[in-house]
Each structure stands twice: as structure tokens, then as C-alpha cells.
């Protein structure tokens, strides 16, 4: 009885290591995001201050190059769009975005025709 108690236990084990996911296959294959500024160093933010510099972040993490378009859409129902963006693996690029127009601000991200990145961040007025 023993020892079918342990088979069963490997055949489980092992069972369960046959279909778990690589930790690599639950990595995103881009990052993106809003940031108050322009700079590489720029932190993601859902606020930022009307006045200031604000930018799209997107990176390629997995594919060599692709090219993606960019859009947001601005309080007063306005969806500029910018496409056939170069990005290539591993490098940060930035979309300055000029909207000093008070609140709601949605960006979308595409790759081909698929979205593959959304961020809502709101202009707020100056403190």
C-alpha cells in the first residue's frame, strides 16, 4: 500500500510539472505606460499636471522589431492616432503627448491590428 501511495505521488508530481507554464510564457511581450515627463526615468502616473510634459512608454520585450501605432483618446472625444512607430527589442521609446486639456485620457497601444497595451491617466490642474 506504501508504495502505491508513492507511485501515485510521482505520477502526480510529475503530471503537474508536465503542464505547468515556464515562467518566461507569462512575461508580457511589451511594457507601456503613461509617465509626467519625457525622460527614460520618468515613473508610471495616472496623474499628471496640466503644463507638463507627459509621454507614452512603450517597449518591445520579446520580439527583435516591430512597429506599433499609438493613440489617445482626449476628454473632448478627439482619437489622434500615430502609427508605424519603430521599436526594437529591448529599447524604451516615448510618444510625447501635448494635451494640456483637463481630464480623462485614454492611450492604446497596437501592434498590427491587435491592442496590446491600454493606460488611462487624467490631466489634473496645477497645486
Not at 516591430?66 to 478627439?78: A, E, M, R, S
Not at 510625447?96 to 490631466?123: D, Q, Y
Request: glycine share 8%; with cysteine.
Amino acid at each position: 500500500m506504501k508504495g502505491l501511495k508513492t507511485l501515485t505521488a510521482v505520477l502526480l508530481g510529475v503530471a503537474l510539472l508536465a503542464t505547468a507554464a515556464p515562467a518566461s510564457a507569462k512575461a508580457a511581450a511589451f511594457r507601456h505606460y503613461v509617465a509626467c515627463g519625457s525622460s527614460q526615468n520618468a515613473k508610471p502616473s495616472h496623474s499628471c499636471p496640466a503644463g507638463s510634459k507627459k509621454g507614452a512608454f512603450f517597449k518591445s520585450t520579446k520580439a527583435d522589431l516591430v512597429y506599433y501605432t499609438v493613440c489617445v483618446k482626449f476628454p473632448n472625444g478627439k482619437h489622434p492616432c500615430v502609427s508605424h512607430q519603430k521599436a526594437k527589442k529591448g529599447t524604451l521609446y516615448v510618444n510625447n503627448i501635448t494635451s494640456n486639456v483637463l481630464g480623462k485620457h485614454e492611450v492604446s497601444w497596437f501592434v498590427g491590428k491587435k491592442r496590446v497595451g491600454f493606460f488611462v491617466f487624467n490631466v489634473v490642474g496645477k497645486h
